[in-house]
Nanobody, 117 residues
Framework: QVQLVESGGGLVQPGGSLRLSCAASGFPFSRYEMRWYRQASGKERELVAYISASGRNINYADSVKGRFTISRDNAKNTLYLQMNSLEPEDTAVYYC??????????WGRGTQVAVSS
């Protein structure tokens, strides 16, 4: 079955960096678009970044443009999110997401990112 397992979260000081990973299995990863979402406490889940199956098309939320970089390694079935210049407002649970050919939605369990001094 489809599995998405995030890792790499943690506590970091403002201005610091983290790299999130999402290990995917159970589906042809190289054919699926991938996304990172996040949800802060008391707020709605929001789209952070999108990458097409090939990796050629990428989009970011305005709030993370210039600071975050989404990438994928189709040979390793892994999605990444490099997060630089982190701010307290980036504190959230970060989720890996994909959507199947029949529009089935798949989510990981999330990884917590906390930005605090």
């Amino acid at each position: 079955q489809v599995q998405l397992v995030e890792s790499g979260g943690g506590l970091v000081q403002p201005g610091g960096s983290l790299r999130l990973s999402c290990a995917a299995s159970g589906f042809p990863f190289s054919r699926y678009e991938m996304r990172w979402y996040r949800q802060a406490s008391g707020k709605e889940r929001e789209l952070v970044a999108y990458i097409s199956a090939s990796g050629r098309n990428i989009n970011y939320a305005d709030s993370v443009k210039g600071r975050f970089t989404i990438s994928r390694d189709n040979a390793k079935n892994t999605l990444y999110l490099q997060m630089n210049s982190l701010e307290p407002e980036d504190t959230a649970v970060y989720y890996c997401y994909t959507i199947g050919l029949r529009l089935q939605e798949y989510w990981g369990r999330g990884t917590q990112v906390a930005v605090s001094s």
